[in-house]
């Protein structure tokens, strides 16, 4: 882990993607990425790790997503993020291909 909020490293299953929120334009969206294996009260947030959003991106391209659409996925703000799922914000081609990969 190489992110502001721990020094912890292991694996973090992630147990499920969907996509929280989206603006009326389909412009912006809230991905939330779920995750198991991590105690947020213990290890700290996931939260600025730059493994895990590469990871993430890598994983995504993996499933279905082009490279754009996964380069639209980048950290959300530090309030948003929560005790079992990492907030991240989207763009719209993010958000077209989630809805057609049905995720």
């Known amino acids: 882990m190489t992110g502001f ?3 912890l490293s292991k ?3 992630i147990t499920d993607i969907d996509l929280a929120y989206v ?4 412009s912006h969206g809230e991905l939330r990425v779920w995750f ?3 105690n947020t009260r213990k290890d700290g947030l996931i939260y600025t790790d730059r493994l895990f959003i590469k990871e993430l991106r ?11 659409a996964a380069r639209q996925v980048d ?4 309030g948003m993020q929560g005790s079992n799922f990492v907030s991240f914000d989207v ?3 993010f958000i077209e291909e989630f ?3 049905s995720v």
């Open 5 to 7: 909020w721990t020094m």
């Open 11 to 13: 694996d973090v299953p």
């Open 23 to 26: 603006n009326e334009e389909g």
């Open 36 to 38: 198991e294996n991590w």
């Open 58 to 68: 890598s994983h995504l391209i993996r499933i279905g997503f082009g490279k754009t």
């Open 75 to 78: 950290y959300s703000e530090h």
């Open 91 to 93: 763009g719209p081609k």
């Open 99 to 101: 809805e057609k990969l």
